[in-house]
């Protein structure tokens, strides 16, 4: 398996225990989001603002896109990015794709008390507790349907998570 793909919803764990799942495999870690902000020199609610959900969802391709190319690498992808069929196709055929996820209240607690969270991206169903509700009913199916593997973080600490992950892998 040449990449590993963390799914899921804000706040599920991906860009924490994607770091640590890279450091325990030996392998490069790379946060899709970041990666999208460096390359368009904005924040992701800048790149909403200005271009809209059509233009944010582009760039997100375009990431995942050149991610994919990638070996040896845990990829942490953006909570929208299996919206979209040709980027579940994309990450099926490069690697597995891990789908972390936790309840609502586990969610809105962790996205809630993260300052970068509300300076850089943007509120996607209203805001709230309620935004978390909504994108993840939305979504839940498809993260299951394209996942090989679903983890659950609440209750857990990161490493734990990270360690469930690579004893699924055999490392």
Not at 7 to 26: D, E, F, I, Q
Not at 67 to 78: C, R
């Amino acid at each position: 398996m040449a990449l590993l793909f963390l799914v899921g919803p804000r706040g599920s764990g991906k860009s924490t225990v994607g770091r640590l799942l890279a450091r325990r495999l030996g392998w490069g870690f790379v946060d899709a989001d970041a990666r999208l902000e460096e390359r368009a020199g904005m924040t992701i609610r800048e790149v909403f603002e200005r271009e809209g959900e059509v233009g944010f969802r582009e760039r997100e391709s375009s990431a995942l896109s050149e991610l994919a190319e990638l070996d040896a690498h845990v990829i942490a992808t953006g909570g929208g990015v299996v919206l979209r069929p040709e980027n579940r196709e994309r990450m099926a055929r490069r690697g597995a794709i891990v789908y972390l996820t936790a309840d609502v209240e586990t969610l809105w607690r962790r996205t809630s008390g993260d300052a970068s969270t509300a300076e850089r991206r943007p509120a996607l169903a209203g805001g709230g507790r309620e935004e978390v509700e909504r994108v993840v009913a939305a979504r839940e199916a498809i993260y299951r349907s394209c996942a090989q593997l679903v983890a659950v973080t609440e209750g857990k600490t990161p490493e734990e998570v990270a360690g469930e992950i690579a004893g699924w892998l055999g490392g």
